[in-house]
């Protein structure tokens, strides 16, 4: 028994030296002052900021563009026959100029009808000749000289003209008009064995190449032409309504430093129906050393028009569609804006009083009533506002 006794002492005499131990430490810790708590610092921002002040701005329209030919056409064959190839190869890319002889139609038993009957017509003729001399001598020497210029080998001259009832009813007994109109029927269908460039252009497709045989009407290629281009540049109504006919305009590459000038021809009578934009058709002569091709994307840049009451910003001043940051008593208000046109890279609006303090730049992780210091001056400014609605 007494050694347990002795146990228990000893271990309620640890608990109690513990206790007393921990007593006296929370005595102590109570008893030691707190250390001064410094205010917390505000941040301060240095921001970029300027005066609202509205004015008359004009400006600037543009807007991409695709570039397409005045003129497309597909090259048909006007005869049947097996196709020769003209002074340029009939291959896709190969550019032309007007007049150039694409291909021809193998043509060499058209010409030797057209001669055949041209000899039978000389015949004809001939046997005329004398009846005219005796009947109507006063058109001897006339029909003499258009016997003398016949030749196989050219388009037959002009058929002498007269206005004698007799001898226009003696060679029409004798088939000689008919004869005449007939050859030159033949001349004209000879020619279209022969297909002639109507512009300068380049084949953009080909169907069918040198060596292969068409039927008349048969597709051989499409061309379009190059050296008068259109540009179709979709805008909206509030700037197109300020572009008008005649305007000249700016043509610029996105990709090179490359300009050209263009003019406008028309404007489109509608708007398309999912953009709601109107198009404006540009005028391009494409002579200068870099053409423009057709398919490309430049931008065109029209004449600048005037925006009444409004002031330009930078685009990146104003966050969640139309809200900007201005400073009132030296801290940060968000205000809304009336957005009235926006640029590439600026916009113009109103919405604001003048004389606010507008902050022209993004900010990134503020809060409405940051504190701020304009660049550029000590103390913040105290100055700002919204536009006043007006009564209805």
Do not use: C
């Not at 009846?131 to 029909?143: R, V």
């Amino acid at each position: 028994m007494k050694k347990i006794d002795r146990r228990i002492v000893i271990i309620f005499t640890l608990i109690f030296i513990i206790g007393l131990a921990y007593g006296l430490m929370r005595f102590l810790i109570a008893q030691k002052e707190d250390p001064a708590m410094r205010p917390p610092m505000e941040a301060k921002r240095y921001v970029k900021a300027d005066t609202v002040k509205y004015q008359t701005v004009i400006s600037p329209v543009s807007a991409p563009g695709r570039v397409s030919s005045i003129s497309e056409i597909d090259v048909v064959a006007e005869a049947a026959g097996k196709i020769i190839e003209g002074e340029v190869p009939l291959k896709r890319g190969e550019l032309f100029k007007r007049g150039t002889v694409l291909f021809t139609i193998y043509p060499d038993e058209a010409v030797l009808a057209l001669q055949a009957r041209k000899s039978q017509f000389l015949n004809s003729l001939a046997n005329l000749l004398p009846d005219i001399a005796i009947d109507f001598p006063q058109h001897g020497d006339l029909f003499n000289t258009f016997f003398n210029a016949i030749d196989l080998q050219k388009k037959l001259p002009p058929f002498p003209e007269t206005n004698d009832e007799k001898l226009r009813i003696f060679l029409a007994s004798r088939n000689i008009l008919s004869e005449y109109y007939n050859i030159q029927k033949d001349e004209l269908q000879l020619s279209r064995h022969t297909v002639r460039a109507p512009f300068d252009g380049t084949y953009d497709m080909v169907y069918m190449e040198a060596g292969a045989y068409t039927n008349t009407g048969g597709r051989v290629a499409h061309a379009i032409r190059t050296d008068l281009l259109e540009l179709e540049v979709p805008l909206e109504r509030f700037d197109a309504d300020w572009v008008k006919i005649g305007d000249l305009v700016t043509i610029r590459s996105d990709r090179e430093d490359f300009t050209w000038t263009g003019e406008v021809i028309r404007k489109s009578q509608f708007v398309d129906p999912n953009t709601q934009s109107q198009i404006i058709f540009v005028r391009v002569k494409n002579h200068q050393r870099i053409p423009l091709l057709v398919g490309e994307y430049p931008r065109a840049e029209f004449p600048g028009h005037p925006v009444d009451n409004t002031m330009e910003v930078p685009r990146n001043v104003s966050f969640n569609t139309n809200e900007v940051f201005i400073i009132v008593d030296g801290r940060l208000q968000k205000r809304t804006i009336n957005i009235v046109k926006e640029n590439e890279t600026t916009l113009l609006f109103d919405g604001l009083e003048e004389g606010a303090v507008l902050v022209m730049q993004p900010l990134i992780n503020v809060q409405e009533g940051t504190q701020v210091i304009i660049q550029g001056q000590g103390d913040p400014p105290d100055q700002g506002g919204q536009k006043k609605q007006s009564q209805q």
